[in-house]
Nanobody, 127 residues
Framework: QVQLVESGGGLVQAGGSLRLSCAAS????????MGWFRQDPGKEREFVAG????????LYADSVKGRFTVSRDNAKNTVYLQMNSLKPDDTAVYYC????????????????????WGQGTQVTVSS
């Protein structure tokens, strides 16, 4: 069992930056690949970024590539999402998720691959 708690969301102007954090407790954090998803009301949850267990490999949605960076600190049981050059279209509730087992980052785009989810943190980007 893993508990995930996101933080760092808020209101920011277009062009600004935010850093989201996801703190994990419970089982050993380093055995999980991690992902970030987002969801706007009335829309499906969409993949944003994923990171392997060691942090060596990452994957991004085309819509955030070059603007967002995912990283992790296994000693602190935390995964981060640095978001730069934010746009109004980035407005959503952002969720972190943990995937157990030996997975490649390529499969981290699928929400069904994840075993645990956080409660989400709201990010609002004003124009």
């Amino acid at each position: 069992q893993v508990q995930l708690v996101e933080s760092g969301g808020g209101l920011v102007q277009a062009g600004g930056s935010l850093r989201l954090s996801c703190a994990a407790s419970g089982r050993t954090f380093s055995i999980y690949a991690m992902g970030w998803f987002r969801q706007d009301p009335g829309k499906e949850r969409e993949f944003v970024a994923g990171i392997s267990r060691s942090g060596t490999n990452t994957l991004y949605a085309d819509s955030v590539k070059g603007r967002f960076t995912v990283s992790r600190d296994n000693a602190k049981n935390t995964v981060y999402l640095q978001m730069n050059s934010l746009k109004p279209d980035d407005t959503a509730v952002y969720y972190c998720a943990a995937a157990s087992g030996s997975v490649t980052v390529a499969v981290l785009t699928a929400s069904g691959r994840y075993d645990y989810w956080g409660q989400g943190t709201q990010v609002t980007v004003s124009s």
